[in-house]
């Protein structure tokens, strides 16, 4: 080891890290997991998250041997099944929403944006100019001027109506041919489907422009419109939110993008083929792609979950979920909106925003009462997101809680506004039930310890 | 009380002008909105920017940001105790809390600004 480190950097003793035995180990990451808060335990209402239950029938088929001892580096001829799923996976997404070609390597929804905005920019390039601007709604998720930023693009600003939908008049003024594209989110994140939408996209088509629609929100549409249908053409659609793949922690993310025909030839390589003998293989000539955004093709063991929900619900079942998603946040918007200010009128579709305006005359925020809820044992919902919204609540309940499980929420978010009337203080110091109490997210923000030492 | 010897955007940076030197910051209603501040991202000296172009961010336990000049001009001095001291924004807005210097390209500019008594009816039309 000397021979090519330098001897200051070599360690002359052990490090002193702790010596445990197996059961001690055991127990503490079993204890861990007691404290934590997840799917398998109760409603997780974050908006615009699609916290739906994931089901275990997904982890079984994900287990089998073939998949799991299975490799992209082992010749095509041996991997023909896995080829077969992802292209599989590929045609179901294209069929449901409306378009003609997809790539699954895109890890996440972000990573996704990322890919289709480049893929606009080639787009643009092949026709001689990449355009300067993109424009996108002021209720946009932070990461679609990240996306677009990081792709060369400048952001302009579109303002929302006072129905919470893009304001048409403001958004024709902005069109022009300096613009690549608008992303916008549909149905957007106020939960609002935008009903102008055909007309956004004919707008942006007859200065040669294209339409990113951003996916966050296709759980409530599955069935019932496709964007390909009302002009989108570029979408990243969020294998964990709507089709049943774990978030975060759970697993890996992915998130595949849909195009038009026109930008087929713009798709991160390696596609999926096939060949004239009907052989599935890598196909990685492909002289106009933007190149290649995640080893392999992305995450296998996602794509395999999301097609195991889709094939177990089929198309009727999937259009049963989009309208029990739509009825589970309507409820809950008939059952809260006499308590907790509504936003905007507009109707609500998957997911309902309401704002903490009459509770914050007694000095009662949203963190507030997002903290409360976790008293009462449920997960709290997206809270000021929204940015539009002031003390924005948003609440995303999904098809897979049952008429009880909503009431439970109902009757708790009904509590806190009565706590919040008449005993303020309970709400806001809670949460009182936790092993740890209110925690000081600024002091956490501001002076940072991210790195364990020995005391 | 909103202090009157300064001028604010719409987008909530107040403006305060001596000779042709300007100290710009956010104002108290921009800081109780925004929540505890933990980061702010300043420009370098020397740097120019036109009248209504971003010149950094603000980040809080809710969201970042972005600032908007009021004026245009040349950044001559910024504030450095922010860096270890975010928390200032939210103490003192008008004072400590202050972000950046600049140099006034022009003088005659501030037409589009409000004086604070109008900026106090803005933010209340807003509530309402």
């Given at each position: ?116 905005i480049l893929m606009i920019r080639a787009y643009h390039e092949s026709r001689g100019h990449p355009r ?48 690549a594209a ?26 040669g422009a294209l ?22 053409d570029v ?24 195009v038009k025909k026109m930008l087929e030839p713009f798709l ?18 492909r002289p106009q792609s933007i190149g ?164 | ?128």
């Amino acid at each position: 080891m000397s021979e090519i480190l330098d001897a200051n950097l070599l360690r002359e003793d052990l490090p002193g890290m702790s010596e445990l035995s197996e059961v001690d180990v055991v127990r503490h990451f079993t204890r861990l997991s007691t404290w934590n808060y997840h799917i398998d335990l109760g409603l997780y209402p974050l908006g615009s998250c699609t916290m739906k239950y994931n089901p275990k029938i997904n982890e079984r088929i994900a287990r089998l041997q073939g998949f799991t001892l299975a490799h992209p580096y082992l010749p095509a001829a041996d991997i023909q099944g896995a080829l077969e799923i992802q292209k599989a996976l590929e045609t179901c997404l294209a069929e449901i929403s409306g378009m003609d070609a997809v790539t699954l390597q895109p890890a996440a929804g972000a990573h996704g944006e990322l890919t289709g905005i480049l893929m606009i920019r080639a787009y643009h390039e092949s026709r001689g100019h990449p355009r300067k601007k993109i424009l996108i709604p002021d209720s946009a998720h932070g990461t679609n001027p990240a996306s677009a930023a990081i792709s060369g693009y400048v952001i302009e600003t579109v303002p929302s109506n006072i129905r919470g939908t893009v304001d048409l008049g403001r958004l024709a003024a902005s069109v022009n041919e300096d613009v690549a594209a608008i992303m916008i989110t549909n149905p957007n994140t106020l939960g609002i489907f935008e009903s102008d939408i055909a007309k956004i996209s004919e707008l942006l088509h007859s200065r040669g422009a294209l339409v990113y629609m951003d996916g966050a929100n296709l759980n409530a549409m599955m069935g019932i419109t496709r964007p390909g249908d009302f002009g989108v053409d570029v979408l990243h659609i969020n294998l964990h939110k709507t089709f049943t793949t774990p978030h975060g922690g759970g697993g890996p993310g992915a998130g595949p993008v849909a195009v038009k025909k026109m930008l087929e030839p713009f798709l991160p390589y390696p596609v999926v083929a096939k060949t004239a003998e009907g052989a599935y293989f890598f196909e990685y000539e492909r002289p106009q792609s933007i190149g290649k955004i995640k080893a392999y093709n992305g995450h296998f063991g996602m794509h395999l979950r999301a097609l195991c929900y889709i094939l177990a619900n089929g198309a009727e079942g999937l259009k049963e979920a989009s309208e029990i998603a739509v009825l589970n946040a309507n409820y809950i918007r008939a059952k809260l909106k006499d308590t907790y200010a509504l936003a905007y009128e507009s109707p609500s579709l998957h997911e309902v925003v309401f704002s903490d305006r009459l509770q914050a005359r007694k000095d009662v925020h949203v963190w507030d009462i997002g903290k409360r809820l976790i008293d009462y044992g449920f997960h709290p919902p997206t809270v000021s997101f929204p940015l539009i919204v002031p003390g924005a609540i948003m609440i995303e309940p999904t098809e897979t809680e049952s008429k009880q499980e909503l009431d439970g929420f109902i009757e708790a978010m009904l509590a806190i506004a009565r706590e919040a009337d008449e005993t303020p203080e309970t709400v806001k110091t809670a949460p009182h039930t936790t092993r740890v109490g209110r925690i000081d997210e600024a002091a956490a923000a501001r002076r940072p310890v991210l790195r364990w030492k020995p005391e | 009380m909103t202090p009157d010897d300064l001028l604010f955007t719409k987008e909530h940076e107040w403006l305060r002008i001596v000779g042709e030197a300007g100290t710009i910051g956010i104002s108290d209603h921009a800081q109780k909105e925004l929540g505890d501040i933990v980061y702010v991202e300043l420009p370098k000296p020397g740097m120019k920017f036109n009248s209504g172009e971003p010149f950094g961010s603000v980040e809080s336990v809710k969201a970042v940001s972005e600032l908007f000049i009021p004026v245009s001009g040349e950044v001559i001095e910024i504030n450095e105790d922010l860096g270890a001291a975010p928390e200032k924004i939210n103490e003192d807005p008008y004072g400590a809390g202050w972000m950046i210097r600049i140099r006034l390209s022009n003088t005659d500019e501030t037409g589009d600004l409000m004086s604070a008594e109008e900026y106090d009816e803005y933010i209340q039309e807003a509530a309402e």
